[in-house]
């Protein structure tokens, strides 16, 4: 059995099928591997590569299991602990879609910061549902490794949680699992090595101890302060304050004291001590100091800060004197011995950034410039004493837990209502905020308290095996992993501008000497020059990557948390550009554990989404070749697809609907199912809905296999009623499916719906065209006249809901008279005469379009009918008209293109199937 490297001098091991004498041997052997690699140009051009020395990679780097680059025994990792695929092996799994509610108190997941984390106790679910031991389970944003940490726990999880998820899921098959980690930022990677290899703790807790307290004693001059009287006491914060300019008197204003007092809180207008004049705050321009910079050896300006307030260990407080200055001065020559980083920011002069701001980060050009220069000495002194140290890499993580959080110029000291004598509220989150009152906190103390927090993180993982791998690189080029080689995908990328990882982690970077290479970072950045069409296709191609490399009929798992539309949109263009097909979307609520369905009406959520998809298997690959365009593809993949989705969901009481097998869903999976494949799709929207009433059974408007219904008939026993979502419409598309829902639960008149759908109706959207309920109604429903049968739908109603009604024929004249003039949801054949009606109206209303811009109209659209667009995209794309479609898309905005996941996908297939350039 192969050992991992956690086994550090306990006699011999084996790795990848090699044995060594002690774990330094086999440490030694694959780093000599590693940096003869390393000599090799070609390895150095894999995308992501990071910026550091060949000494420094080393250094990080804990081969084969984990590099600081991208990692070349990945294929020997896969090897040697992965399986085959072997189509003949069954695999079927639905989607996980239960609730799922983790807090965020784990000592693992509290240990050290960073910008995002699932935590590994809600990601062992999916692990414990899609996989089986032994598995290789691919994260290929991996962040701080929970992904890995999930994969090893699922051996032996603590007691309390093991009974939970024992009782949620009884059929959970307990046993590592084997991670696959990648992730473009070095300071993730470290972070996640750390995570994944166990260690000994009580040694290394003596140790983090001993070198902790030398440098102690070395800075106590630096945190001691003696009155004369008393003994020296130590500094346990100092609080420092911008300095601000009168813009009537030119003298300077000290925040502290005038523009925010204790026990009083913010003042604003800010009065001048000098002149007496009131300015807004916002007014204010910074004052600036000029000093020699020792560590550049040139003179800087930059906005001045002085110390003002401080508190110590002892608990008494006084106001910042002379000497607290002259100490600080002292800090800054003693730090610029010691060599920390002094590297410019990104590279870039100033702005060097999306989170660059002109005002407070004037001047701040290198990474020194966030620190304090007693923080600067202190983060040196300990950074320098550690990396002497044998468990050099897990006594830095400590100080990686607070370089750029609460060990940084951007430590907040907070006075207002709810905390009138101040108090540490740590940094802004996703941004190098410097706030006006910063909070220098006890460097010394700050490692003595993050050490204790990384210990009982290390203690939950002592008993992992630590076999994994891990590699430094982007997800857009692993072309190194073999194709079908991963059991499982779980995944939580970028999402947009939602956070700057480059940015952010550059601080903490510089100081382990490599620094990501953000050439491939999928983000929205405008110093990057990276715009949503950018983000999108760096997405797609890590999604394509994904999807070679999963064993076909496998799953995919993705978390998303952005609540722009755009975003949304872009996420789900790509996985299907990728080949994936969704079947299964959730909003997941950490705490709560609450799931809506919401995001299938309105294109966006504020909360997380959990996205369940799958690489179809190779039969049904293989037979939609021979099948493509014909009526006998089109059912082929419906029923595959219907395999793959969830039966039966409920909470409180309710059973949900279950969005993904309705029909109009249902649809657009066909649709883009074709498109992204570049067939075409031979069946219109109403034949469609005709043909899944002839081929499956349907359940309160959702679509099952006759093997399925069995099952949900039995569970849907169990419950009270069926949960149906609440929403506003905001367009024609939301309107009709709103309209629908109250009709199918009661057929009314056009009074009755009127009032009601003047008050349901949202903030329709600017762009679109509004519609009159006439003519919705006269689009995609039916009014009974009065004559003939009444309608079954009508009929059900009207004898469900009177007693005098009911067993009376459909020609019975107080049925008749009952039902006149009530409007009701058709059965999919006369649906089909309506779809074809409407169709007719939305192409008319299309060539408008296409007009717009001749004979000196002007080009571009600024209200019109969203569905007219989508109409005529999918008629041009089955004319293989691309051009129709470039030229129209043109015409919209952009933000509503980018935020229409249909739109999108005819405008990227046109794009993509007449070679041109949008």
């Avoid at 089986?132 to 032996?156: E, R």
């Avoid at 630096?222 to 003994?231: C, E, L, N, P, V």
């Avoid at 499956?696 to 008939?713: H, I, K, N, T, W």
């Amino acid at each position: 059995m192969d050992h991992g490297p956690g086994t550090r001098d306990q006699g011999p091991v084996s790795c990848l099928g090699m044995t060594f004498p002690n774990d330094e041997e086999r440490r030694k052997h694959f780093l000599g591997l590693l940096a003869e690699k390393l000599k090799d140009p070609e390895f150095r051009k894999i995308e992501g590569f990071p910026i550091g020395s060949d000494e420094d990679l080393l250094a990080l780097s804990d081969p084969p299991y984990y590099t600081a680059c991208p990692n070349p025994f990945i294929a020997d990792f896969i090897k040697h602990y992965g399986t085959p695929y072997d189509p003949s092996m069954p695999y079927n799994c639905e989607p996980f879609a239960a609730d799922v509610s983790e807090g965020k108190s784990d000592p693992v997941y509290t240990a050290h910061s960073y910008h995002t984390k699932v935590p590994h106790q809600a990601i062992m679910r999916f692990l414990l549902h899609y996989t089986s031991p032994g598995d290789i389970v691919l994260d290929g944003f991996c962040g701080t490794g929970m992904t890995g940490v999930a994969a090893q726990m699922c051996a032996n999880p603590p007691a309390e949680l093991r009974a939970t998820l024992q009782a949620e899921m009884p059929s959970a098959q307990w046993g590592a699992r084997l991670p696959l980690l990648f992730d473009l930022s070095p300071f993730a990677t470290f972070i996640a090595h750390n995570y994944n290899v166990p260690i000994n703790v009580s040694a290394f807790e003596l140790e983090l101890k001993r070198c902790i307290e030398e440098v102690a004693t070395d800075l106590q001059w630096a945190y001691s302060f003696s009155d004369g009287q008393a003994k020296s006491d130590e500094i346990s914060l100092t609080v420092w304050s911008d300095v601000f300019i009168c813009p009537n008197c030119s003298r300077d204003i000290v925040f502290w004291g005038n523009g925010v007092k204790r026990v009083i809180g913010e003042i604003d207008p800010v009065p001048c001590p000098h002149c007496g004049s009131k300015n807004s705050k916002g007014r204010l321009e910074h004052r600036m100091t000029t000093f020699f910079d020792p560590l550049l050896q040139r003179t800087i300006s930059q906005p001045r800060q002085v110390p003002v307030f401080v508190l110590h260990n002892r608990g008494h407080e006084r106001e910042a004197n002379g000497r607290d200055s002259d100490v600080v001065a002292k800090c800054l020559k003693q730090a610029a011995e010691l060599h920390p980083p002094i590297a410019k920011m990104m590279f870039k002069d100033e702005p060097w950034g999306d989170v660059y701001r002109a005002g407070y980060h004037s001047g701040v050009t290198h990474v020194h410039h966030f620190y304090n220069p007693r923080q600067l000495l202190a983060l040196a002194s300990l950074w320098n004493r550690f990396g002497s140290s044998d468990n050099s890499r897990r006594m830095r993580l400590v100080l990686t837990s607070f370089i750029s959080r609460n060990g940084f110029r951007g430590n907040r000291f907070v006075i207002n209502k709810h905390n009138p004598n101040g108090r540490i509220n740590g940094p802004l989150t996703n941004c190098l905020y410097f706030p006006s009152l910063f909070a220098e906190q006890n460097m010394i103390e700050l490692a003595r308290s993050k050490g204790r927090a990384i210990i009982r993180a290390f203690s939950a993982i002592a008993q992992f095996q630590g076999r994994y791998c891990l590699s430094t690189e982007s997800a857009t080029g692993i072309d190194r992993l073999p194709d079908a080689s991963v059991d499982y995908i779980f995944v939580d990328p970028p999402f947009g501008a939602n956070i700057m990882y480059s940015e952010m982690n550059f601080l903490t970077e510089s100081w382990l000497g490599c620094v990501t290479n953000n050439c491939s970072e999928a983000v929205v950045n405008d110093t990057q020059h990276k715009d949503e069409s950018t983000y999108r296709s760096l997405l797609t191609s890590c999604l394509k990557q994904f999807y070679r490399v999963l064993k076909p009929g496998r799953w995919l798992t993705m978390e998303f948390h952005n609540s722009k539309s755009s975003i949304w949109n872009a996420i789900q263009t790509s996985l299907g550009d990728a080949g994936f097909v969704i079947a299964d979307v959730h909003t997941l609520d950490k705490q709560k554990g609450t799931v809506y369905q919401e995001y299938y009406i309105s294109g966006a959520t504020k909360q997380d989404l959990i996205i369940s998809c799958y690489k179809p298997n190779g039969g049904l690959e293989d037979r939609f070749k021979l099948e493509a365009g014909t009526a006998k593809g089109v059912w082929d993949f419906v029923r595959t697809h219907l395999k793959q989705l969830p039966r039966f969901v409920s909470k409180d009481g309710q059973a949900e609907v279950l969005a993904e097998r309705q029909n109009y869903l249902l649809f657009d999976r066909l649709v883009a199912f074709h498109v992204q494949r570049g067939v075409t799709l031979p069946l219109s929207a109403a034949e469609f809905y005709a043909g899944l009433v002839q081929r499956f059974s349907e359940r309160d408007g959702m679509y099952f296999l006759p093997e399925q219904v069995a099952e949900y008939d039995q569970k849907r026993m169990t419950v009270q009623d069926i949960a149906l979502p609440e929403f506003a419409p905001v367009d024609e598309l939301s309107a009709i499916r709103w309209l629908q829902n109250l009709l199918k639960a009661k057929p009314q008149t056009f009074q009755d719906i009127h009032p009601q759908f003047l008050r349901g109706i949202g903030g329709w959207q600017k762009h679109e065209k509004p519609l009159e309920l006439s003519e919705l109604l006269e689009q995609n429903f039916l009014c009974y006249d009065g004559r003939g049968l009444v309608p079954e739908q009508i009929h059900a109603y009207l004898s469900s809901n009177w007693k005098e009604l009911r067993n009376l024929p459909k020609e019975d004249e107080s049925l008749r008279a009952k039902g006149k003039d009530r409007w009701y949801v058709p059965d999919p054949n006369k649906a089909g005469d309506l779809e074809k009606l409407r169709e007719r109206s939305l192409l008319r209303e299309f060539e408008d379009y296409r007009a717009v811009g001749a004979s000196g109209r002007s080009p571009k659209l600024k209200v019109f009918r969203l569905e007219a667009v989508r109409a005529g995209f999918k008629k041009a794309w089955q004319e293989r008209d691309y051009a129709t479609i470039i030229t129209v898309a043109r015409k919209i905005p952009e933000n509503v293109l980018q935020e229409d996941p249909k739109l999108l996908m005819w405008y990227d297939q046109a794009v993509t199937r007449s070679g041109g350039d949008s």
